[in-house]
């Protein structure tokens, strides 16, 4: 799909691989709604690149629904459809002195997995409603998963069980849509330099890196939205979840 004049709505865009990637979008010729609850911030992104933004919470539908609607209001159906917005809180499932980690545990899911999915079916009704394109496409949702769903760490229950959850229902979803011309992926990324990670002292972040094979660094969260960015472009691409990582797999601890 050629990303040129056709409207992409972004999650967690106000920050990290969200705001890359709606730079990138933008930067194709896309018209840019950027769904974050952190408004101010989404705000200053979308100025910056001729976007909107909404405040939305994607734990919850009526939000999603929503903020949905306004973006096409503003701007039009979306064809691509990016899910960045998430929480990545770590604790034991059984913790000191037998705490229980059940809350964050619920949390974790709405956010992440629930806000996941609120976002691919609101913007998947849209998608379908349209003309398909030359190609027979009609839209693009591309969800954001993490290594940590293979590769998860000691307190990361919660998380690596919503990003499994992301890309478990990536096939089948892409199965159920193909009809309708709606590619759905899932990118899992690996150790990127969002700032989740700028927070981190010096000599943590460098025990993380030591970890990366090549490139020996942190992911750069441009280099996340030209994988959005090359997804969209390729039409074969469908039904998987793409680990974009540097080779790294993540240490018990």
Known sequence: MDIKGQVAVVTGGASGLGAATARR???????????DFDADRAAVVAAEIGGHAVHTDVGDEASVGAAMAEVVAK???????????????????????????TDLFEQTIRVNLMGTYYVMSHAAREMMALDPLETGERGVVINTASV??????????????SK???????????REMAKQGVRVMAIAPG????PMMEGLPEETTAGIVANVPFPHRLGDPAEYGLMVSQIIANPYLNGTTIRLDAGVRLPQR
């Open 25 to 35: 979008l933008a930067a194709d010729g896309a018209r840019v709604g950027i769904l």
């Open 75 to 101: 701007l039009g159906a979306p064809r691509v459809a990016v899910s960045c917005a998430g929480i990545g809180p770590a604790a034991r499932i059984v913790g000191r002195e037998g705490k229980l980690s």
């Open 148 to 161: 940590a769903f293979q590769d998860g760490q000691i307190g990361q229950s919660a998380y690596a069980a």
């Open 164 to 174: 499994g959850a992301i890309a478990a229902m990536c096939l089948p979803a892409a």
């Open 191 to 194: 150790l990127f330099n969002t």
